[in-house]
C-alpha cells in the first residue's frame, strides 16, 4: 500500500521554509509516497509545485502576530475538512511548518505530527527587546507583558509536541523554553536537481542578494556595502517584499541605482545566482538560509554573517570558512567581500555534497518508520 505524507504550510508564495518544504515533498514523491500539502492561503501560489503533489487550500486568514491567541478560531469546515483527509488518507507522517500552520497541529488525530522549526519564533530577552526604544521606562513594562503573554502561546504551541529544528541554537532553545515530547535536529539540504554545471554563464553580476526585503534580512546593507566595496559593476536583488520602496529610494540617495537590479521574485533564482560572483547575507537573525547552500553548489563563493549554527554549518571547511563574518561588523562584512570578490576562494565537490537533502532524507524517513 502507497504511504501518504501531508504538510501544512502557511502558503507557497515564495521564501527559504517554503522552498525546503517543497524539495522535501519532491524527495517523498521520488521515493514513491503521495503527499499532500495543506495551505492556509492557496490563493497566490508563486513556487512550482512538483508533479502529483495534491494541494489543499483550507483558506485561513489568522489575525495578530503567530504568539498571540486572539484571532486564531478555525471553523467547524476547516477541521471537517481535515478530519475528513487524514481519516481517508491514512498519512504516515504529519509535518507541520512555519509559521501560522502552527496553530492547526492539534486538529490531526495523528501522534506522528512533527512541527518543523525553520528560524526564530521569538525571543524571550528583555534587555534586548527595549534597547532602542525612546521611553525605556514605559516599553520595559509593556514588553515585560508581551514576553508573559508570549510564553504562554508559545508553550501552548509547542510544550509536549515533536519538533524538528535547523539548527544546534534553535535545539538549544526549545529544549530550554519548551518540553518537547520529542526533539530532532535535521539540517536543511538542496535538491540534487541544483547540482548543475555553471560552465558557460557570463557574469553580469558582481554580487548579488537573494530573499524576502523585510527588516530581518537587512537588505539596506547588502546595498551598502556594495556601494561602500571595491565592486565596480552591478548587483542583483532577488525577492520581494514590503521594503522594496525602502530600498529603491536607497539606491537613489547613494547614486547606485543604474547599478543594483531589483529582479523580483523568481521560481528559478539560480539562473541569476549563476551570473553572479558572489552572494552577500547580512540578515540580523537566519535559521539557515538555503540560499547559501544553493550558491555553493552552484559554485559561488558567500559572504555571510554568522548569526547562527545554520549558516556556520553550510561554511564548515577550510576554504569556505574565509565567507564567515562576524554578526553587525559591517567593516568587516566589506573587507570580506573586497578580499572574496578579488581572490574567491575554491568550492571543492566534497563542500558541495555534503549539502544536498538527499544527506537528510534518511532522518525524515525514519520518522514515517515511527509509524510502521
Not at 509559521?99 to 528583555?126: C, K, P, Q, R
Not at 513594562?141 to 509547542?158: A, S, T
Not at 538549544?172 to 560552465?199: D, H, M, Q, T
Amino acid at each position: 500500500m502507497v504511504k501518504s505524507i501531508f504538510f501544512v504550510c502557511d502558503h507557497l508564495k515564495g521564501g527559504g521554509a517554503e522552498r525546503i518544504n517543497l524539495e522535501l515533498a519532491n524527495e517523498f514523491l521520488t521515493k514513491g509516497y503521495r503527499v499532500y500539502i495543506f495551505l492556509l492561503d492557496g490563493s497566490d501560489i508563486k513556487m512550482k509545485i512538483p508533479d502529483d503533489v495534491v494541494i489543499i487550500d483550507l483558506n485561513i486568514k489568522f489575525n495578530k502576530s503567530l504568539l498571540r491567541r486572539s484571532g486564531k478560531n478555525i471553523n467547524d469546515n476547516v477541521k471537517n475538512q481535515i478530519y475528513k483527509y487524514e481519516i481517508e488518507k491514512k498519512p504516515e507522517l504529519i509535518i507541520v511548518s512555519y509559521a501560522y500552520a502552527y496553530w492547526l497541529a492539534d486538529l490531526f488525530l495523528s501522534e506522528n505530527v512533527w512541527l518543523w522549526v525553520h528560524g526564530d519564533i521569538t525571543y524571550f530577552n528583555l534587555k534586548e527587546r527595549v534597547k532602542n526604544k525612546k521611553f525605556k521606562f514605559l516599553s520595559l513594562i509593556n514588553e515585560y507583558r508581551r514576553i508573559y503573554l508570549e510564553k504562554i502561546c508559545f508553550k501552548k504551541i509547542f510544550n509536549h509536541k515533536n519538533i524538528i529544528v535547523i539548527n544546534k541554537d534553535l535545539y538549544e532553545f526549545f529544549v530550554k523554553n519548551a518540553c518537547p515530547k520529542e526533539i530532532r535536529l535535521i539540517y536543511n539540504g538542496i535538491s540534487n536537481k541544483k547540482s548543475l554545471s555553471v560552465s558557460g554563464f557570463d557574469k553580469r553580476y558582481d554580487a548579488i542578494f537573494v530573499g524576502r526585503l523585510s527588516e530581518e534580512k537587512q537588505v539596506d546593507v547588502a546595498i551598502r556595502a556594495f556601494h561602500d566595496s571595491e565592486m565596480l559593476g552591478k548587483l542583483a536583488i532577488v525577492g520581494d517584499g514590503v521594503l522594496k520602496k525602502e530600498l529603491l529610494d536607497l539606491c537613489d540617495e547613494l547614486e547606485i541605482n543604474n547599478r543594483v537590479d531589483f529582479i523580483g521574485w523568481v521560481d528559478n533564482p539560480e539562473e541569476y545566482i549563476k551570473q553572479s560572483k558572489l552572494l552577500i547575507s547580512c540578515s540580523k537573525t537566519e535559521g539557515y538560509g538555503l540560499v547559501i547552500s544553493e550558491a555553493l553548489i552552484l559554485g559561488v563563493p558567500v559572504v555571510a554573517y554568522g548569526v547562527s549554527d545554520g549558516v556556520i554549518f553550510q561554511l564548515d571547511s577550510p576554504n569556505l570558512r574565509l565567507g564567515i563574518v562576524e554578526p553587525e561588523n559591517y567593516e568587516e562584512l566589506i573587507n570580506k567581500i573586497n578580499s572574496i570578490y578579488k581572490y574567491p576562494y575554491s568550492i571543492k565537490d566534497a563542500d558541495k555534497e555534503r549539502l544536498l537533502l538527499s544527506h537528510r532524507f534518511n532522518d525524515f524517513e525514519n520518522l514515517v518508520k515511527i509509524n510502521s
